[in-house]
């Protein structure tokens, strides 16, 4: 039966048409996963849904009758929850606290916290969501804020479930954990949406899938029938390649840049590099494996001159350039693509043209003399975003208007069109969908058949195992193994990950 | 577009709007008197000439941008300053007092009447709210631009007294020292700030008592004797060559207090803007004010543009003590009273940091307090009311979620009203 229907939803925003004609229905417990790249209009409907928009024209029907929400309140009186990409919790309370927030039991002004408690414990017992009621929201990891989100939903008495990119901010296991409640959440009678674009993801939790394009419904697929394949090509329009061809290029023997026993310390004094060298030959790509937090970023921000080593030298065509401040590297053509694009990419008010400006803003076609040279920066910039396949109204759009893969092109374009002899490149996917990571990907080999050296640091080791001519797996600070991706596996490279030591004599 | 027309049309803006200024900012309204219209008929001119040049070279959906940007820049302060408005009648009506006339005499007397009163409170404030907003878009708050001003005052004193050159050449030179007095003032601020992290806030505000108590000291070396009633709490008078030029000079019915200062006032404050967006130094002002960890992923020094951008504001402010010492009051005294380094804080605000912005909001700003002076003596209404004014104005214009609510509350009731409509119809 179905629980919930939308029937020709549309959503015109002042410029955009983000949901065109939707039509979909959720069966009673079942696992819904709504798949599309970002900008595709998914969390838009769902908004709708939870009453955040009001749709220009179109109705949601629930149990068979028509609703018209005002705002997420009502939604939740009639048994909607929603768990956001961005949890919305107080840190400095408890769980239990957080869970009752707005709809409190007891009577008058006084909150009848023993029956709350209870009330929480019962239901994570219930749904198999074991969390501490009496432990701070500070004080939990990632995963488990998220249960206690869940419970939210659960305690105003959700009977559908809508998860907004819930495994962005968790790690494998916990995306493991998440789904298993997930199940025994349906199970129990809840019906559940899943907002993603995580192809693996759908095949691994869905009962049916709805794939979004530019707010349209460009198909309804059941899980057991479709591949990841057809999945990719409908969701981006056209087929994709997941892994991108690489061309074989020899590598030229003399080093472009080198590493020799660096040391560096973390924002806690304690070492974070410890006696690392490496070398990157032109035309080579070298990927950096690790998890996260094994001296990688203190390495790269070493490497651009953002954090002293305490040791060691860094040379760049043989030359030590370890004394030198940024802008001084940046000026000897090292090009650098960080992990954390809004942080560390980009002045995000900034225009697309100042972005791609900056750096080189102190010369030509950026600047005359002391005088900014906006035409020039224009110009460039233009040219830029159509080779560079930038999607923007224009090159005086702020930034922070595109999507996040748009504004990885946007630093892709800068760093890429300075002819770097050396190019870093930090987690250039991250959060990013299907076209825009194949997009990347090619821009990258594209700079590797240029005789650039290109060191590549990932977490993900697909990603690793795409690019990569070697692979240096990074383990606390030191590199502990290189393997060559032709004679190695996922396996493998993830066992030296964790710390796992070589059996040797 | 042809380049030499633009330039030409360029050229006929700037002499317009020049040429209205001066009228308008150093006419006093008397009867006869028609400068002050002139002026006003001459800037309205200027702004055309620039709207044509503009329709010209980027087309006219480019000029209704434009109108639309600015248009969508001002509201929030127009409709600020409405609400604060109507809110003070209200109050007024409550506490007895008739508003109409009250606000009539507010605005005869700010606008018209003792149109000379506003803009000579205009200069100061607007040399010191250019000095809060040039540090607001290094992502600093320079809160002591009092201290910065009587560092100003002091330095142009000093200079002023003792410079016997040609004006031609001496005013510059006490207008830059001034300065410098006021960028060193906040060298300490600034290497604080870069070197221990220590809050600009925090330094600056003490620096400004700092600099508040050490006039008396300076003014007892210059001229103060308490012993005597004729100078107490006071220097000597300026030498002649230093003063600033007042308008008289050149205008006739000028008002003989009104000096060139606010001129000075308008042209630093295009220099700011251009510096701030036209040049690589404004550019990485902004861009470390914006995301420092961005700029200096790209090479940005971060603790350079903050000593940049502190030690300018600094001689921004001090510009302001230049302004009243070397233009107004032709000597320094120990009170000067007037709390212009505070309420450029407030004049900042309310321009959104706009350099261009603050020449507006610091004639508003003067005009409120002229005017306010002006209600106060004629219809007996406490000047308590401006101020009350001033400060919804600026809760408003700072507050701006309120009109974001405001104008969504609008949209959903216009929503509602369409959907009724459709219903109807169905």
């Not at chain 1, 018209?68 to 606290?97: C, K, Y």
């Not at chain 1, 659960?154 to 298993?180: C, G, M, N, S």
């Not at chain 1, 460039?380 to 702020?398: F, H, K, N, V, W």
């Not at chain 1, 002899?421 to 990907?441: K, S, W």
Request: net charge neutral; aromatic share 8%.
């Amino acid at each position: 039966m179905a629980i919930l229907e939308t029937r020709h939803i549309v959503k015109q925003f002042p410029k955009v048409l983000a949901n065109d004609d939707i039509n979909l229905t959720l069966q009673e417990g079942e696992i819904l996963c709504l798949l599309g790249e970002n900008g595709a209009g998914k969390s838009t409907l769902m908004n709708v849904l939870y009453g955040l928009y009001k749709p220009t024209s179109g109705t949601i029907v629930l149990d068979g009758e028509e609703v018209e929400f005002s705002s997420p309140r009502d939604a939740i009186d009639r048994g909607l929850g929603m768990v956001h990409q961005h949890f919305m919790l107080v840190d400095t309370l408890t769980v239990t606290e957080n869970i009752i927030l707005g709809s409190e039991p007891g009577s008058g002004p006084v909150i009848d916290y023993k029956t709350a408690r209870q009330q929480v414990k019962e239901l994570s017992e219930r749904y198999g969501l074991q969390v501490d009621p009496d432990a701070r929201i500070m004080n939990l990891s990632v995963g488990l804020q998220q249960r206690v989100e869940i419970l939210k939903a659960l305690y105003r008495k959700a009977k559908i479930l809508i998860l907004d990119e819930p495994t962005a901010v968790l790690t494998p296991q916990e995306v493991e954990e998440l789904f298993a409640v997930i199940r025994t959440l349906r199970d129990s009678g809840v019906s559940i949406i899943i907002i993603t674009h995580k192809l693996e993801e759908v095949k691994a939790i869905a009962n049916r899938v709805y794939i979004l394009r530019r707010g349209r419904i460009e198909g309804e697929r059941e899980i057991a029938d479709v591949t990841k394949e057809e999945l990719a090509n409908l969701m981006v329009g056209r087929s994709v390649v997941l892994t991108v061809h690489r061309e074989p290029h020899e590598a030229k023997p003399e080093p472009v840049f080198t590493v020799e026993n660096l040391r560096v310390l973390d924002d806690r004094e304690v070492e974070a590099v410890d006696d690392l060298s490496l070398t990157v030959k032109p035309g080579e790509v070298v990927g950096i494996a690790g998890v996260d937090g094994n001296g990688q970023s203190e390495l790269a921000e070493a490497i651009m001159g953002l954090r002293p080593a305490t040791s060691g030298r860094i040379l760049l065509r043989g030359n030590d350039i370890e004394h030198l401040t940024t802008r001084e590297r940046i000026n000897q053509r090292i090009s650098h693509v960080p992990a954390d694009r809004q942080r560390f990419g980009l002045v995000l008010p900034f225009t697309v043209a100042e972005n791609i400006a900056i750096g080189y803003h102190d010369r030509a076609p950026n600047s005359r003399g002391l005088v900014l040279d906006y035409a020039g920066m224009e110009k460039q910039a233009e040219e830029l975003i159509s080779s560079y396949d930038i999607r923007t109204p224009g090159p005086l759009a702020p930034a922070a208007h595109l999507s996040g893969g748009n504004q990885q092109k946007v630093i892709l374009a800068r760093e890429f069109s300075r002819n770097p002899d050396f190019l870093l490149v930090n987690q250039p996917t991250r959060g990013l969908d299907v076209g825009a990571i194949e997009y990347i990907h090619s821009q990258i080999l594209r700079m590797r058949g240029q005789d650039v050296g290109v060191m590549l640091i990932s977490l993900e080791l697909e990603e690793i195992f795409a690019l990569s001519d070697r692979i240096l797996v990074m383990y606390e600070g030191q590199i502990v193994k290189e393997l060559t991706p032709a004679e190695t596996d996922e396996r493998e490279v993830g066992f030296y990950m964790t710390g796992g030591k070589e059996r040797s004599a | 577009m042809n380049r030499t027309y633009s330039t030409a049309l360029n050229a006929v803006m700037v002499v317009l709007g020049a040429i209205g200024s001066i009228l308008w900012l150093g006419a006093t309204f008397r009867s006869g008197e028609t400068y002050y219209f002139w002026g006003i008929w001459l800037i309205v001119a200027a702004a055309g000439v620039y709207l044509v040049r503009y329709t010209l070279e980027n087309g006219r959906d480019e000029l209704l941008a434009l109108v639309r940007k600015s248009l969508r820049s001002v509201v929030v302060p127009v409709m600020g300053i409405v609400v604060a408005i109507l809110i003070g009648g209200v109050l007024m009506a409550i506490t007895g007092y008739d508003p109409i006339a009250a606000y009539q005499a507010l605005f005869y007397g700010g606008l018209v009447r003792n149109w000379h009163i506003s803009v000579l409170n205009a200069a100061p404030l607007i040399f010191t709210a250019l000095s809060v907003a040039f540090a607001f878009k290094a992502g600093l708050f320079n809160i002591g631009a009092e201290g910065q001003y009587y560092l100003g005052a002091m330095g142009a004193t000093w200079a002023s007294l003792y410079l016997g050159l040609p004006g031609i050449i001496s005013i510059p030179l006490v207008f830059i020292f001034a300065a410098l007095l006021g960028a060193a003032w906040n060298v300490v601020p600034a290497f604080l700030k870069v070197k221990t992290g220590a809050h600009e806030v925090i330094t600056t505000m003490m620096l400004a008592h700092v600099a508040r108590y050490l006039s008396p000291v300076f003014i007892r070396a210059n001229g103060g004797d308490p012993a005597t009633s004729l100078h107490p709490y006071v220097t000597f008078e300026i030498l002649e060559n230093n003063m600033l030029p007042s308008f008289s000079q050149f205008m006739e019915h000028a008002n003989y207090r009104v000096h060139t200062g606010i001129l000075l006032a308008i042209i630093v404050a295009l220099v700011i803007n251009f510096l701030l967006y036209k040049t690589r130094i404004g550019f990485e002002i902004r861009a470390v004010g914006e995301n420092k960890d961005a700029a200096r992923a790209q090479g940005i020094s971060v603790g350079k543009n903050i000593f940049r951008a502190l030690l300018i504001a600094g001689a921004l402010a001090a510009l302001a003590g230049f302004n009243q010492v070397n233009g107004l009051d032709h000597k320094l005294f120990e009170n000067l009273q007037a709390g212009y380094g505070w309420n450029g804080i407030s004049v900042a605000l309310l321009a959104g940091g706009n350099p261009v912005g603050v020449v507006f909001t610091g004639l508003l700003w003067g005009m409120l307090d002229a005017g306010g002076q002006f209600m106060s003596r004629t219809t007996q209404t406490p000047s308590a009311i401006v101020e009350i004014v001033k400060g919804i104005i600026l809760f408003l214009v700072v507050a701006r979620y309120i009109y974001t609510a405001i104008s969504q509350w609008w949209k959903r009731r216009k929503q509602k009203q369409t959907t009724a409509v459709a219903a109807g119809q169905a």
